[in-house]
């Protein structure tokens, strides 16, 4: 039998620490991915199963810059068009890898 639990912003960074994984995602962008898959579970129905490993493994926390050097691309416009762009400020996003 699997229990689910809700939890807030507090407990979802703390998950993040407790696995080692602090260092994945800035403590801004922590709040940025919480809000998006608290935003996705209320419009889609789905109910998102808190993974640490898969969340890190899926999502990417760099600058604009960094991002597009990775995927040698143009403009972030390319990057919105080929993956979900989460921003984060003017410099920082988190995008899910492609």
Do not use: W
């Not at 689910?4 to 703390?14: D, H």
Request: net charge negative; glycine share 4%; hydrophobic share 40%.
């Amino acid at each position: 039998m699997k229990m689910k639990q809700m939890i807030n912003l507090y407990e979802f960074r703390k998950a993040f620490m407790d696995y080692g994984r602090e260092d994945n995602f800035s403590y801004d962008g922590l709040e940025v991915l919480f809000n998006y898959l608290q935003d996705y579970e209320e419009s889609t129905g789905v109910e998102v199963e808190l993974d640490v490993i898969a969340i890190c493994c899926d999502f990417t926390e760099n600058t604009i810059k960094e991002a597009l050097e990775y995927y040698e691309l143009d403009s972030l416009d390319e990057l919105v068009r080929n993956t979900l762009v989460l921003p984060i400020d003017e410099e920082s996003i988190i995008y899910l890898n492609y």
